[in-house]
T-cell receptor, first 113, second 114 residues
Framework: GAGVSQSPSNKVTEKGKDVELRCDPI?????LYWYRQRLGQGLEFLIYFQGNSAPDKSGLPSDRFSAERTGESVSTLTIQRTQQEDSAVYLC???????????FGNGTRLTVT | AQSVTQLGSHVSVSEGALVLLRCNYSSSVPPYLFWYVQYPNQGLQLLLK??????LVKGINGFEAEFKKSETSFHLTKPSAHMSDAAEYFCAVSVSGGYNKLIFGAGTRLAVHP
């Protein structure tokens, strides 16, 4: 079946521009997570959605970062006024909820020039 | 607070040799532990998970990991490496609380040479 889909796969943007990253979770998965992976580092948790509410936003690095989710479907991660340190791979994952394993997408590689 | 330490950012083995990737965790509560693999230009794929049942966990592709509470370790092993095992491997601990917020280690890149 279809896995987690993320778009675009690559995004190059100029410093100061806003970007939107999209995640389509596996159908029926109520839980959705965003992670960031900087070059040579592990994954950093950003935000967790249960349905369309976000009970844990503790990993968002600054108020330039925001995310929303439509029902139990698509999520978008928005970065405003991008900075070079925002360059990373942004990974989305979904699950059926609880402590069930996460299924990851292939990520969006963001480069801020 | 929970944390994960992976010893060795790069490991190189010969084809057919034992693979041992080390992971130590810190957790104030009984942990759920995971190993994920990331092949080049792909997303993370679950290898195996420990959820307080058997301490020796078998995963896909011949990998297994043993939970040792006394050593706070969850090392990943495979008896005989294949060229196709070359990838980056991530150990993660789940923070309890009704959802699967994973704290990842920095990763270990495994190289397999002929």
């Amino acid at each position: 079946g279809a896995g987690v889909s993320q778009s675009p796969s690559n995004k190059v943007t100029e410093k100061g521009k806003d970007v939107e990253l999209r995640c389509d979770p596996i159908s029926g998965h109520t839980a959705l997570y965003w992670y960031r992976q900087r070059l040579g580092q592990g994954l950093e948790f950003l935000i967790y959605f249960q349905g369309n509410s976000a009970p844990d936003k503790s990993g968002l690095p600054s108020d330039r970062f925001s995310a929303e989710r439509t029902g139990e479907s698509v999520s978008t991660l928005t970065i405003q006024r991008t900075q070079q340190e925002d360059s990373a791979v942004y990974l989305c994952a979904s699950s059926i909820g609880g402590n069930s394993p996460l299924h990851f997408g292939n990520g969006t590689r963001l480069t801020v020039t | 607070a929970q944390s994960v330490t992976q010893l060795g950012s790069h490991v190189s083995v010969s084809e057919g040799a034992l693979v041992l990737l080390r992971c130590n965790y810190s957790s104030s509560v009984p942990p759920y532990l995971f190993w994920y693999v990331q092949y080049p230009n792909q997303g993370l794929q679950l290898l195996l998970k420990y959820t307080s049942a058997a301490t020796l966990v078998k995963g896909i592709n011949g990998f297994e990991a043993e939970f040792k509470k006394s050593e706070t370790s969850f090392h990943l092993t495979k008896p005989s490496a294949h060229m196709s095992d070359a990838a980056e491997y991530f150990c993660a601990v789940s923070v309890s609380g009704g959802y699967n917020k994973l704290i990842f280690g920095a990763g270990t890149r495994l190289a397999v040479h002929p």
